[in-house]
């Protein structure tokens, strides 16, 4: 009991940290300086855990203060926030009761958001490990990383907009909001598609070719559904953004606190029937209805929309490529060989997208690359 106990104060400790992480780096990103929200947590999250981690290998530290020393480093990366906070805080902002108010609010907030967020993303695999079997949360999570590949330009790319959707929620500047939410869906859902249709035909070569293959061949199917519940976000833009910089931030708990309950009863009726397969279509399931309702209230309450004309043309794009892979399969005795041809065919996609103008920002990034490669003036 004890030990539970120590478990879940440490837990809950992590959390509250990186909810404080996340509140401080909205705060960071509204003030134009994602730079230190980027290099706060290049120092005590990317090189400070590896850091650790090697420390534990050489013996430096005992294993007993691994964790210790991890709600440390997270704590340094907060604190560093928060001295950022001080010194640019306006005057008297500590005097104000309102500003105390919104902002512990906020941190409350960010608080529960990262809590329940987690919990939606992990809580398929921890119900694969107690229904199924630890070996097979194991393949679960190697096939769900696999999947995730398809979110990388999301990510990169949310970090980027939320210093400008703050900047038009401050200014009340519902059309830059609106501009901003179809042109990240139309970038994204091209940058992904690719993504998709660089990895789903390669599949059956990529097991060939890795060692013990056949064990993790039957995960093939979670890859699917994992990268189409990626690429479903991709499609929907930066709508949970929009939301939590919006005045009315706190609709996104309401919406976790849905999805976090569709995900455990899904999980629950699919995994003991389909097994990995089954959690993999219930986190799909999952992301198809949380991003469904938030696209529903912004679009009820702000009239906000992600999609375009461009948004049912990179559909057909996307549907005529992976069809053609499979009416005009590519097979060869070697494994690499076909993975090499068809990826560096999907470039044709990315070809086609450029040459439609399917997404302004796009063609630009294109248009700097080649200049940066001294291909066009």
Not at 39 to 50: D, H
Not at 208 to 220: A, Q, T, V, Y
Not at 275 to 287: E, N, R, Y
Not at 299 to 322: D, E, H, R
């Amino acid at each position: 009991a004890e030990l539970n106990w120590g478990a879940g104060l440490t837990i809950s400790l992590l959390i509250f940290l990186m909810g404080q992480f996340t509140m401080l780096s909205a705060y960071a990103t509204t003030k134009y300086r994602l730079n230190v929200t980027r290099i706060a947590e290049l120092i005590f999250q990317k090189a400070g855990i590896p850091l650790l981690l090697l420390a534990l290998v050489f013996k430096v530290i005992p294993f007993a203060l691994l964790l210790p020393f991890i709600i440390l480093l997270y704590l340094f990366r907060a604190f560093s926030l928060w001295a950022f906070r001080y010194k640019t805080r306006s005057a008297n902002h500590f005097t104000k009761p309102g500003k105390i108010i919104s902002f512990w609010s906020y941190s409350i907030f960010a608080f529960f958001a990262v809590l329940m967020h987690q919990a939606i993303i992990d809580i398929d695999t921890l119900m694969v490990g107690s229904l199924v079997g630890i070996g097979e949360a194991g393949v679960y999570k190697y096939a769900f990383y696999i999947g995730m590949l398809v979110d990388l330009p999301r990510m990169n790319l949310v970090s980027l907009l939320f210093p400008l959707i703050s900047k038009y929620q401050s200014q009340n500047d519902t059309s830059g909001i609106d501009s901003v939410y179809k042109r990240s869906s139309n970038l994204l859902f091209i940058l992904g598609s690719f993504i998709i249709i660089a990895i789903l035909p390669n599949l059956s070569d990529f097991f060939n070719i890795i060692p013990n293959g056949s064990n993790f061949e039957h995960s093939k199917y979670v890859i699917i559904f994992i990268s189409a519940s990626k690429l479903f976000n991709m499609v929907m833009g930066v709508n949970f953004e929009i939301i939590a910089s919006s005045k009315k931030y706190y609709v996104i708990l309401l919406i976790n606190l849905i999805t976090l309950g569709i995900v455990i009863i899904s999980n629950r009726l699919l995994i003991p029937i389909y097994g990995i397969s089954g959690a993999a279509f219930a986190t799909l399931s999952v992301w198809i209805v949380y991003n469904f309702i938030a696209y529903l209230y912004l679009k009820i309450v702000y009239g906000f929309t992600p999609f375009s004309m461009a948004t049912l043309k990179i559909i057909i794009l996307l549907l005529s490529f992976l069809g053609a892979y499979y009416v005009i399969p590519i097979h060869s005795g070697n494994s690499i060989y076909n993975i090499v041809i068809r990826t560096l065919s999907s470039t044709l996609f990315l070809l086609i997208c450029y040459k439609m103008s399917l997404s302004t920002d796009f063609n630009n990034q294109c248009i700097k690359g080649l200049r940066l490669l001294r291909l066009v003036k």
